[in-house]
């Protein structure tokens, strides 16, 4: 079992960037694929970006083209980092460790961190 702890959270102006990160501790970190989820205030957890043990990478539809996702299996670590951040991005950002991922379809594992909170404000 795989388990993670998120930082890099905290609070950006509209238009900002942040960096999080993940880290994984209690197997081999290179052979999980790991993802970045985010849960606003009364909506639903979403997928924000997975990257494979191949480093292939996935994007929810909202984050494509600002958001990249990457690893360093030499420092058991997924980041993630954020540009162009809005307020409706504000949430708390979760690592997932050990995702399934067949064919395109993700599937988290029970393998969450306690998240990281992001605000967006001014």
């Known amino acids: 079992q795989v388990q993670v702890v998120e930082s890099g959270g905290g609070l950006v102006q509209p238009g900002g960037s942040l960096r999080l990160a993940c880290v994984a501790s209690?197997?081999?970190?290179?052979?999980?694929?790991m993802g970045w989820y985010r849960q606003a205030p009364g909506k639903e957890r979403e997928m924000v970006a997975v990257?494979?043990?191949?480093?292939?990478?996935y994007y929810g539809s909202a984050v494509k083209g600002r958001f990249t996702i990457s690893r360093d299996n030499a420092k058991n670590t997924v980041f993630l980092q954020m540009n162009d951040l809005t307020p409706d991005e504000t949430a708390v950002y979760y690592c997932?460790?050990?995702?399934?991922?067949?064919?395109?379809?993700?599937?988290?594992?029970?393998?969450w961190g306690q998240g990281t909170q992001v605000t967006v404000s001014s």
């Open positions: 997932n460790g050990n995702l399934r991922v067949v064919n395109g379809n993700i599937t988290p594992s029970d393998n």
């Open positions: 209690g197997t081999i970190f290179s052979v999980y694929h």
């Open positions: 990257i494979t043990t191949g480093s292939s990478t």
